[in-house]
Structures are given as structure tokens and as C-alpha cells.
């Protein structure tokens, strides 16, 4: 079976590894705000069992399945969560996979999320010689339409109410709605800049984790 390796990849700010048991309090606290909630499927109430299943089983098994790899993404001088990079539905025919990322609330408008996704399809592209990097967002998810066009994403059209998403309730709970998604792609030549080095200047470094 083909996957991916086990590695870590730093930029300048930022280093995307595998989760590990010490990010589970950080990741149940990421995983229940609202944000997080309202994009995206994970399960709610985030308890601490429920993250510490995804850091120590669930997250890796994407990687050692074939489907992709996960990346905790952290901050490279404080090494606090910082958020999530992973990506999915990967075809080895095609050399394509899917990218997904989330920012905790305290980190986002740094720029944090275009660095990690620019930083791992550069070495999807480079590494791993993929051809294809693909990205839905929920049409109302103009934070996350805003990294696609960042980090040179093409817009390639709707898939009309093809997802789900969530909306708070008065009383507090969570009720799934549909919504279009927006299709995003990225092609190697659509980072232009010199190797390792995207056309934002994103600098990166992959290294092989040793376990």
C-alpha cells in the first residue's frame, strides 16, 4: 500500500509534524469553538477523549491507510497548537489529494493558515511529485476562500448544495443546513517562485521524523 511518509516540515514561523499525546488539551480547546464547529463535521461537545483518540490514533491512521497525512501544526518558537493541515482523498493514479486546515482562535489573522497549506503542497508538489492540490470551501466561508486565493488557488466552479454545515441555534444547539461549495485547485506551476520557495516567499524545510 502507498503512503505517505512520516515527516516534519518547518517554515519560518511555523512547524507541521504528527500530533502527539502532549496537543491533546490544546486540541479539545480548538475543537470546540464555534467556528470549528460551524465549518466543519467534527463531533460536538470536543471532549478530551475524543481528541486524544485523534492525536494518538485516528490522525495517524489517515497516513499509514494511504488516504493522506495529518499535520499538527505549531508554532516554531513557543511550540503551542496552532492548528490543523492535513490532507485527504488522496489518488496515487492521479498524484492528487485534498487539503483542509483550521486555525485556533487565537492565532488566526497571522497568516498562520496560508503558511501552512503554501509549506505542505510545496512539498506535496516537490517531494512527493504530486500534480494536483484540491480545496472546497463552504460558499459563506469567506475566511477560508480568502487562503485559497492567498496561496494561488484557481477557482474552478460550484457544487451546488453538495455540503454540510452548522448554524447555533437560539437555545444552543447545532443544526446541520446545506450549503454550495466552492471548488479550488493548485497545480505545481501555480507556485511560481524558486524551489522551496513559493511565490508569497514561504520558505520551507521537510525533515523524516524518527520513532
Known amino acids: 500500500m502507498t503512503s505517505f511518509p512520516d515527516i516534519s516540515i518547518s517554515t519560518e514561523r511555523l512547524v507541521l509534524r504528527s500530533f502527539e499525546e502532549t496537543d491533546i488539551p490544546a486540541l479539545a480547546e480548538m475543537m470546540n469553538d464555534e ?3 460551524a465549518w466543519t463535521s467534527v463531533p460536538w461537545p470536543y471532549s478530551e477523549a475524543i481528541a486524544r483518540d485523534w492525536a494518538t490514533v485516528s490522525s495517524h491512521a489517515v497516513r499509514t491507510e494511504g488516504r493522506g497525512i495529518v499535520f499538527a501544526v505549531t508554532e516554531f518558537l513557543t511550540q503551542r497548537l496552532v492548528g490543523i493541515c492535513h ?8 498524484r492528487s489529494s485534498e487539503v483542509g486546515y483550521m486555525i485556533a482562535p ?6 498562520y493558515a496560508a503558511e501552512a497549506v503554501t509549506a505542505a503542497a510545496q512539498w ?6 504530486f500534480e494536483r492540490l484540491e480545496l472546497r470551501t463552504a460558499a459563506d466561508n469567506t475566511a477560508s476562500q480568502q487562503v485559497a486565493q492567498k496561496i494561488g488557488c484557481i477557482s474552478e466552479g460550484v457544487l451546488r448544495n453538495a455540503g454540510i454545515v452548522r448554524s447555533q441555534t437560539e437555545d444552543g444547539r447545532w443544526a446541520e443546513i446545506r450549503t454550495d461549495l466552492i471548488v479550488w485547485s493548485l497545480l505545481p506551476e501555480d507556485l511560481d517562485g524558486p524551489d522551496g520557495q513559493s511565490s508569497d516567499g514561504t520558505d520551507y524545510a521537510a525533515f523524516a521524523d524518527w520513532h
Open 35 to 37: 467556528l470549528v464547529t
Open 87 to 94: 490532507l485527504d482523498n488522496t489518488d496515487w493514479r492521479t
Open 106 to 111: 487565537w492565532a488566526r489573522g497571522e497568516g
Open 124 to 129: 506535496l508538489f516537490d517531494d512527493q511529485k
